[in-house]
């Protein structure tokens, strides 16, 4: 035997065990995953022949996929379609709409108040209109809230016809086109001292279009003269989008490490950017909580290891994951699976449970201890929209003129005084 034919002998042997062994693994494989169904059918279908309520077969898939996942953390989800929307307009920052806050008062639901740029306002809808039809349809007491969203958004750049009635009792017609909208993660956004320049913004949760909300906030909040000081609300945030937080860190931050995170096989660490840092110098308070979470935190513990801002509240929450999440279409379903753990600049592990006994995350530089009613009160509030200019006005002209509240009262809020002091001493 020739030397070549030997050599070509032997790679075909190489190759032909290469292939086998694939092969192998796969089969091997396709058993297990086999397996696994022929055991969740059997499993399924003695629940269906027996069990004495009945069995929706959609949902008891369902329920073995959410608890596959929650099996693996207390983070990890799965989200069915219904749920799937939701998750899109928290992680997305957008939704399908005209635009509108609503009230059902007397029967009636009446518009509480217009976002800025909405379909709502440009098609005419204003404070107090009360909303008697739509394409025709009568809208009774008993139509649900969701009946109602789905009418006045059938799909995007659709016309709708409503008949309105005005708070003086005059009906006219309406034409608007519901569009994709940014769903607000700013809830406050004012100025709370004139002299020095104090402002605050309230962040409720961070999506994709949170930094751009920032940006547009701190322009508003410097028209005419620039601010001393602001005081950046995080309380009862949960968290949300990972890059948004980092991008928003950055505002402040002209340099350093912002947050490293951890998977499986490698490090990331995620520096600022000096070019997209706008304040640079300007002071602020961090306001956080028993709700401040994962994102929160990460924006609370960059600002606080490089000292560039106060944290003034109670312990955050504690929760050190990057979540991943996965679109499953055209079903239509959604997964949330943690992929890696992530620590502040200095090394400190967010996340509570990686401690034996631990039971909170970030310590505040100024601990305000408030009641949980307390606390309860001012999340709701935060949570709430308010209205801006000229809208706010017009609510306040309908609560005097019928002698009614149709916005709550901010309540008193100790951490959010705290804050303004430490920035007039400055």
Not at 104 to 118: A, I, K, M, Q, Y
Not at 156 to 166: F, I, N, Q, R
Not at 380 to 409: F, I, K, N, S, T
Request: hydrophobic letters at 45%.
């Amino acid at each position: 035997m020739s030397p070549r034919t030997l050599v070509w002998g032997v790679w075909l042997l190489g190759l032909t065990t290469g292939v086998l062994a694939v092969l192998g693994l796969r089969a091997w494989h396709e058993r297990g995953a086999q397996g696994d169904l022929e055991r969740f059918a059997a499993v399924r279908a003695f629940a269906e022949e027996a069990y004495v309520g009945g069995v929706d077969g959609d949902a008891l898939l369902e329920d073995a996929l959410s608890g596959m996942l929650e099996g693996l953390d207390r983070y990890s989800r799965f989200y069915p379609p219904e749920d799937a929307a939701q998750l899109e307009r928290e992680t997305g920052g957008r939704y399908e709409g005209i635009g509108a806050l609503f009230r059902t008062l007397d029967g009636v639901r009446r518009v509480l108040f217009t976002l800025p740029d909405s379909p709502a306002r440009e098609g005419g809808l204003t404070v107090g209109d009360g909303v008697l039809a739509i394409d025709g349809v009568a809208i009774t007491e008993e139509m649900d809230d969701a009946a109602f969203r789905a009418r006045l958004a059938p799909e995007s750049g659709a016309p709708v016809k409503l008949l309105v009635v005005d708070l003086e009792g005059v009906e006219s017609t309406l034409t608007v086109h519901a569009r994709a909208l940014v769903d607000p993660s700013l809830r406050h956004v004012r100025l709370l001292s004139e002299t020095p320049r104090i402002g605050w913004i309230s962040i409720e949760t961070f999506s994709r279009e949170t930094p751009g909300e920032v940006d547009r906030a701190l322009a508003d909040l410097e028209d005419g003269a620039p601010l001393d000081g602001l005081v950046l609300d995080l309380r009862g945030n949960l968290g949300g989008v990972l890059d948004a937080a980092v991008a928003l860190t950055g505002r402040f931050l002209p340099e350093g490490v912002i947050v490293r995170t951890r998977g499986r096989d490698e490090e990331e660490v995620l520096q600022a950017v000096p070019s997209r840092c706008t304040h640079p110098d300007l002071d602020l308070v961090v306001l956080v909580d028993g709700s401040s979470a994962s994102a929160s935190e990460v924006v609370a513990g960059a600002l606080q290891d490089h000292r560039r801002a106060v944290l003034v509240g109670t312990p955050t929450y504690g929760k050190g994951v990057v979540q991943t999440i996965r679109r499953f279409e055209p079903w239509g379903a959604r997964a949330k699976v943690t992929t890696a753990w992530y620590t502040s600049p200095s090394g400190r592990n967010f996340e509570s449970s990686a401690t034996p006994g631990r039971e909170q995350g970030l310590a505040p530089d100024l601990e305000v201890p408030v009641s949980d009613e307390a606390a309860g009160a001012v999340r709701a509030w935060l949570r709430a929209h308010q209205p801006l200019g000229a809208e706010a006005a017009a609510v306040r002209a309908w609560e005097e003129a019928e002698d009614r509240v149709l916005l709550p009262p901010a309540p008193e809020d100790p951490v959010l005084d705290a804050a303004l002091t430490l920035l007039q001493a400055d």
